[in-house]
Every structure is written in C-alpha cells, then in structure tokens.
C-alpha cells in the first residue's frame, strides 16, 4: 500500500502522519507547538528533524505534503506572508529540503487548498472534479478545485473569499469570522427583548450559539440567519465567476451549517438563474479535524 508523509503547519501546532493512499488511514501522528520552534530561530531546520524521524521509521515513503497558512509562490517553492508565523516569510522551503533528503519529494499548498483537495481523495462522499471549498472559522477561507486540481490564480494565491467585499463597509470574514460573529450576537443579545437562553454579558460563545439554535432558540436563529445571508451572498460571486455549482462547507464554525443553511438558500435562490440552481449542491465538508494532514497528503497524488 503507497503511503505519503502529510504535514499540517498551523500557528499553534504543526501535525504531520504517514497517509495511507488508498483509504487515508493515519498512522505514526506527531504534534509539536509551533511556539517552540518559532522561537528557536531555525524553524525550518527543527521541521527537517521532524520529518527526519518519520523516514527513518517509514524508508519506503519517497512523498511528503505541506500544508501552510498563507501565500506562496506561483511555483509552490517558496513562502511569500506565513502571518501566523512571520520568521519563515521568504524562505525557499521546498528547495531547502529538497536538499536536505535527496530522493524525496516534496509538495506545499496554501492550508485551505490543501484541505479542499483532501476531500476529493479522503472525503466520505464521492466529488466531482470542480468544486468550492469554503472554510468557516477565526478567519474565512477558501479554495477552488478545477479537474482535480487547485485553482490558483495569476499569482498563484487565488480564492480568498474572506476578503470580498460584504456588508457594512467590511470584507466577509470581518463580518462572519469567528471572532465577529460572536460580536454581532453580543450586540444583537444587547439589544434583544425576547426570552432567549444566550447571556447578556457579553459571553456568548460559538459552542452557546449551536446549541441554542438546536433548542430553536430565536436570536441564535437570527444570529445565524444574518450570518448565512452575508454568506450566501459571497457564494453567489464565487458560483457566478467560477461557474461551479458544488460547494463544501467546512471549518470551525461548520457545525452552525443546519442553521445558516436556510438563509444562504434564500441569497441563492434569489441571485442565481435556474440554469445554476438546477443543478447547485451546498453540503457540509466531511473530514473535520483531519482536514489539514489529509489534505496536506493529497498533494502527493499530483
């Protein structure tokens, strides 16, 4: 059975497995603070040890994957902005690597891309070869698969929906990231007058939300009304340009999907022509938590 080595950089933890390619079984999983090795000065270098060991166990395995959180080059080489980790914008990764373990090859990606790619080959449902993928979070990003393979754009960084253009004069993801969302309903609970289980001291937590809206809650339902019409409205844009009609929802705040779901229909219904609604499917992503390393692994198909 092939097996390829998958590493999720992350700006708390980098995970990395051995994948197996046929089922996507992971063994030998290793986590490590990203903290520690940021502060080390030589990232890169305690990453190689890493990997170092994972090959010492596993000689047979000749492909390893990456996942990082930011943008690189056209090439996939090099690291361009990493902002969770700043000290390795630059550095020429897959070259550096390259040399340090001849007759291996390695393979990076934007995170999101990655994790998008990784439901193709992972998922628990059989995709077609174009699809958006769309990650709800502390941020909101994203990713294009076209025949199989990751859209990337002029410059290599393309599909950023958390920065289109949304409402209140802000971009979509400093409307309905993590962090925004849970302001939005702390406002909306300030203002409320109904009975509604969310606390009014400016404490309501996403976990609050989801289970409030399971108890038809009415603020939470709105709170995840307004948040699934704004995000609606950015999949509109993506389907109208890209001309895809699968998406997959995934992220964090993916389990709010049940409940942002009917309003982001409404924003497709009402935008889109029946030539698109006809054949439109918006489903939840399936591979959760093990979306960075899997997907990490899937470039090693390419």
């Known amino acids: 059975m092939e097996q390829y080595l998958g590493i999720d950089v992350g700006g708390t933890n980098v995970k990395m497995g051995i994948v197996d390619a046929t089922d996507g079984r992971i063994s030998n999983f290793y986590s490590h603070d990203t903290a520690s090795w940021r502060k080390s000065g030589h990232f890169v270098e305690r990453l190689g040890d890493a990997i170092a060991l994972q090959l010492l166990e596993h000689p047979h395995v000749k492909r390893t994957g990456i996942g990082v959180p930011g943008l690189i080059t056209r090439d996939r080489s090099t690291l361009i902005e990493i902002t969770a980790i700043p000290e390795i914008d630059g550095i020429r990764i897959i070259p550096e690597l390259s040399t340090r373990f001849p007759g291996h090859t390695f393979y990076l990606e934007n995170d999101a ?29 994203g990713a294009a698969i076209i025949d ?106 993916s389990a709010s999907f049940d409940f942002i779901m009917p309003s982001v229909k409404r924003q497709l219904d009402y935008w889109l022509t029946p030539h698109y609604l006809k054949n439109l499917v918006v489903k939840r992503a399936t591979l959760a938590n093990d979306a960075g390393l899997l997907g990490a692994a899937s470039l090693c198909f390419e």
């Open 113 to 141: 891309n990655a994790a998008a790619l990784g439901e193709y080959y992972f998922g628990e449902e059989k995709l077609p070869e174009d699809y958006i993928f769309v990650t709800l979070g502390t941020g909101i990003g």
């Open 148 to 253: 199989k393979k990751v859209f990337k754009g002029g410059g290599g960084n393309a599909m950023e929906p958390g920065h289109v253009p949304s409402r209140h004069g802000r971009v979509l993801e400093r409307n309905i990231g993590k962090v925004e969302l849970l302001h939005m309903a702390n406002e909306m609970r300030a203002a409320y007058k109904g009975e509604t289980q969310l606390p009014k001291d400016g404490t309501i937590s996403t976990t609050g939300l989801v289970a409030a809206a399971a108890e038809n809650d009415e603020l939470a339902m709105r709170v995840f009304d307004e948040m699934g019409a704004m995000l609606g409205d950015g999949l509109v844009a993506m389907i109208r340009i890209l001309d895809i009609t699968t998406i997959l929802i995934g992220g964090g705040i």
